[in-house]
């Protein structure tokens, strides 16, 4: 993989002016970027080759490019735990934005018991992956938009052998976010970390560190589940009524698995 950058989820973004004119800010470009994260998937490596991410105002028939986009082929199974890939951060004109479209080249696979499998991606291939946003972006503000791409919802085995990428991909907007983190203990492999208010389900995994981050989390009062992996012997914990608000991260501190 190339152009790989991870960083802490937890670096929540408020919302700032980076202009102190006191003109009208519709005249002002606003600053987007785009960063990609996953939730958990049951396979080993899932390789998804992103190529370009474009925007589409309300109204306007032609697309706009942000860039310069981060292209290369990312195994987004590495990108939970708080990790993530930066896929775009630039200056683009005020306005009302109804799309962002995530376009894939052809060199998408899946890892399954060490056996690699071609994904089939033909919508996404010709017009890119259409994620409805319908923000207004306004002058002089910076936004951050988190693509959470589901792993298991997103590939498709056919009767055949083959498989097919059909991405699933919650699309959230950072600023109106916020963030649950935490730790455990002891460490173990493969232990996950899932969020849910009963209708939205937000899923990551602890890191090496035990350590972990569920980003993008809409305001609301969620039921958080820690799940270790069954062969480690710990067992599972649940926490009630963890409240989350917009631009703030809500530390469940350190959670004992024993």
Known sequence: MKNLMKFLACVMLLGFTFSCSDDDNSAEPAR??????????????????????????????????????????????????????????????AGRISQIR??????????IDGQSYDLDTPSAQQSGL??????????????????????????????????????VIRAELVAE??????????????????????????????????????????DGTYTVTITPDPASGLQTVTILDVDVVSGQITDLGSSDLN
Not at 102 to 111: D, K, M, Q
Not at 141 to 160: C, P, Q, T, W
Not at 183 to 192: F, G
Request: hydrophobic share 40%; charged share 20%.
């Open 130 to 167: 259409k994620l409805n946003l319908n923000e207004d972006l306004e002058g002089g503000i910076f936004y951050e938009f988190v693509l959470d791409f589901d792993a298991d919802k997103s590939i498709v085995e056919r009767g055949n052998g083959t498989y097919s990428l059909q991405p």
């Open 177 to 218: 976010t916020g963030a649950i983190a935490g730790s455990i203990t002891p460490i173990t492999a493969q232990t996950m970390v899932t969020a849910t208010d009963g209708v939205t389900d937000i899923t990551t995994f602890a890191d090496d560190a035990g350590n972990y981050v569920l980003s993008g989390v809409p």
């Open 102 to 111: 995530l376009i894939l080249g052809e060199n998408n696979s899946v890892v």
């Open 32 to 93: 987007m970027s785009v960063r990609l994260v996953d939730m958990p998937g049951d396979y080993e490596n899932v390789f998804i080759d992103v190529q370009d991410v474009v925007v589409k105002y309300e109204g306007e028939d032609d697309e706009t490019v942000i860039g310069p986009v981060n292209t290369g082929i990312y195994d987004v199974l590495e990108l939970t735990g708080g990790a993530s890939v930066l896929l775009v951060d630039d200056e683009l004109p």
